[in-house]
């Protein structure tokens, strides 16, 4: 296999920082993902302005690519922030400051994890793994059930097929969690 | 939200070793994923059977739960090995043992990644990361493309929408990873 044997499926997690000057910028992180009930993890090569971001700042955020902001998200992926500065403006996302932490949150993406940076630990395969306490969350209304949960059909969150090099979306409930296997209990 | 804040997608990994005595073992972890081009990161309870295993002999598998097996996933993940020591078999799943690692892969599990331990360390969160290298890669035919990549669409992976207490299946494909984005540059 061309990219090498992968988990599947692998999230496309939006990172979101402030440069020391305050521009909001943002990355794109295939390699993380949930570590603890209230932890989130990233793994990410050393030369990144988000490390950079992270380190100054301690704070960041954890949006989700959704089926509407395939192209911008991937554009965040492509090109770096130590080269391109206003890549978020380029991508055409609108930025905002987090509630509970000095990051940007992006109006165009409905659902963000707002962090506080636990620690950066330089790991044996020459990256870093960034883990984040979250401190808060912030959701449009609009992706939200009645009874105020995270609806994922309307987030329509998406994921990286790296055999593929594709984006597919969330696909539909095909089961209850904690109920279905007691069936063979 | 009942759960917490959660990253999505979540994957539902399958973790399969060798009891002391030779009976295989597996369990579901949505807390884990890549964490570099070869390896897997897992973080578990400190109690649990595939800990002990794992811990002895330094090697486990990670298979994909998938639309057809969301049954035996789920029911592994809701009994532990140290209480139902052949909830394999209870399972309805067929283990073989894998080609490069001491552990075991299951014929129901269509994709496995085959692990070598690389280490455990106790996290600040009262949990365990397991993180080990990818030496091996086993696939069932059906899954495969006519030119050898796993394809998504055949294997139909599974993810654990926490919100909502339910697996999903993967769905379409909805953009091109690494040129989408260049639409923008």
């Known amino acids: 296999m061309k990219r090498g044997p992968v988990v599947t499926p692998l999230p496309v997690l939006l990172v979101g920082t402030y440069d020391e000057d305050g521009t909001p910028n943002l990355m794109n992180v295939a390699w993380g993902g949930q570590c603890s009930e209230k932890h989130v993890a990233l793994n ?13 700042t ?16 991937d554009y ?11 890549k978020v403006a380029r991508a055409g996302l609108h930025a905002q400051k987090a509630q509970t932490v000095n990051a940007p949150v992006f109006d165009e993406l409905p659902l963000t994890l707002e962090c506080r940076l636990d620690e950066i630990v ?13 401190v808060g969350m912030s959701a449009d209304e609009s992706i ?19 055999a593929q090099n594709k984006y597919r979306v969330i696909g539909d409930i095909v089961g209850d969690a904690f109920k279905d296997g007691l069936k063979l209990k």
């Open 144 to 162: 939200l059930t009645e009874d105020g949960k995270v609806d994922l059909a309307k987030l329509r969150p998406i994921m990286f097929d790296s």
């Open 122 to 134: 330089e790991t044996k395969t020459e990256e870093i793994r960034i883990t984040g306490e979250i």
């Open 58 to 73: 301690h704070e960041f955020t954890v949006s989700f690519a959704t089926a509407d902001t395939v192209v911008p998200a």
């Open 76 to 86: 965040v992926g492509i090109v770096s922030g130590l080269k391109v500065k206003d």
């Open 44 to 56: 990410i090569g050393h030369v990144r302005k988000t490390r950079d971001n992270i380190e100054r």
